[in-house]
């Protein structure tokens, strides 16, 4: 396994959803109906502010067995750095290894481009997602880092519109977490190639927003997603996320999914661990259920983990004590296959990323 971090954009990239939270948290999800995104709420909701975290999580899951995960970020930690953007990759079963990379930039050379709708994280690097949702959209990667070259270029069509569930704002105390889901369903094709090795790719895209301007001292207990594509008219989300000291498991987050043409959505309210299990050494939970506003519930179990990765992991032991100690803990990333079972439904076979704090 190759991986390749910075140790600034670890702390970018670390999935840092961070609250200030001295009791338990009150947690809220909105509670209006599920809306159309416009497509000028894919430009950054943050980047004002002494602490904000922002992401764009893309996910491509590609006919030939090949899974590639690229996580565009803007972060600002206030005294511990100036603020950021940055780019994490992760590339699974294209040959022998998987492949990680991270790279940082700083801020004011971010560029927003309101006509080609392009975010570039410098304008002399081909690093950028490109074009205006739901009408079309692209996503390039080309970099080198320690030795290996990256050139990934992806082009996205039959893109469905994205959504968002009421304003798109969840609370944690006095706090709000920004969720929208820009791509839901799109297919997806192009190139990856690393160190020359080209791969022709087809097959399905989704990608998530999510961001926070409030001060950002604790990390999440732990986030969830899983993604089901079948077709344009069947496919299933859930993206949630448990505070550090929420009472009962109970969560931020949505279950939204189409099932022939219709669409069902409702917010997560809390979290059972059924069974753990261990994954690559460590014990996670293997079956959860996750009960949902709407009174329904959905079961997810992790069928296959296929890669996990400390952020940290690049660090020396006094600089990652450092880090642990100003982020609270340490995020473990693990991804895979995961069944999602709902009573009186058929099994969805998908793909679950889930992230912990040790």
Do not use: C
Request: aromatic content about 12%; overall charge negative.
């Amino acid at each position: 396994m190759k991986r390749h971090f910075t140790s600034a954009a670890i702390l970018a990239l670390s999935f840092s959803l961070m609250f200030s939270i001295k009791a338990y948290a009150q947690i809220s999800n909105p509670d209006d109906d599920l809306t159309s995104l416009d497509a000028d709420m894919i430009w950054a909701q943050t980047l004002e502010g002494s602490h904000f975290n922002e992401f764009w999580n893309y996910q491509f899951y590609f006919d030939n067995g090949i899974k590639l995960h690229i996580t565009f970020s803007a972060a600002n930690f206030g005294s511990l750095k100036d603020p950021v953007t940055g780019v994490r990759l992760s590339v699974f079963n294209h040959g022998d290894e998987v492949y990680q990379l991270s790279r940082e930039y700083p801020l004011p050379r971010l560029v927003q481009d309101k006509n080609s709708y392009r975010f570039q994280l410098r304008d002399d690097r081909d690093l950028f997602f490109e074009g205006k949702l739901p009408e079309k959209h692209r996503v390039v990667i080309k970099t080198a880092k320690d030795g290996v070259e990256y050139d990934i270029d992806l082009r996205l069509n039959d893109i469905e519109k994205g959504f968002k569930l009421g304003n798109g704002m969840f609370r944690i105390d006095g706090e709000q977490v920004g969720i929208v889901t820009h791509i839901p369903y799109a297919k997806a094709s192009g190139h990856i190639s690393i160190n020359g090795d080209r791969k022709q790719v087809n097959g399905t895209a989704y990608m998530d927003h999510t961001w926070q301007n409030e001060t950002t001292t604790k990390l999440m207990h732990s986030g969830y997603r899983f993604v089901y594509h079948n077709d344009r008219d069947n496919w299933d989300l859930v993206y949630t996320m448990l505070p550090d000291n929420s009472r009962d498991n109970s969560m931020i987050g949505y279950r939204i999914a189409r099932e022939e043409g219709e669409e069902r959505y409702s917010g997560v309210d809390k979290m059972d661990v059924i069974s753990e299990q261990k994954a690559f050494g460590n014990r996670i939970p293997r079956i959860i259920e996750l009960d949902l506003k709407d009174q329904t519930s959905v079961r997810l179990t992790r069928s296959e983990d296929q890669e996990r990765f400390t952020v940290l992991g690049e660090l020396g032991w006094v600089a990652r004590r450092a880090a642990r100690s100003f982020l609270g803990g340490e995020v473990i990333d693990y991804r895979g296959e995961a069944i999602l079972m709902e009573s009186s439904k058929r099994p969805k076979h998908g793909e679950y990323n889930f992230f912990f704090v040790d």
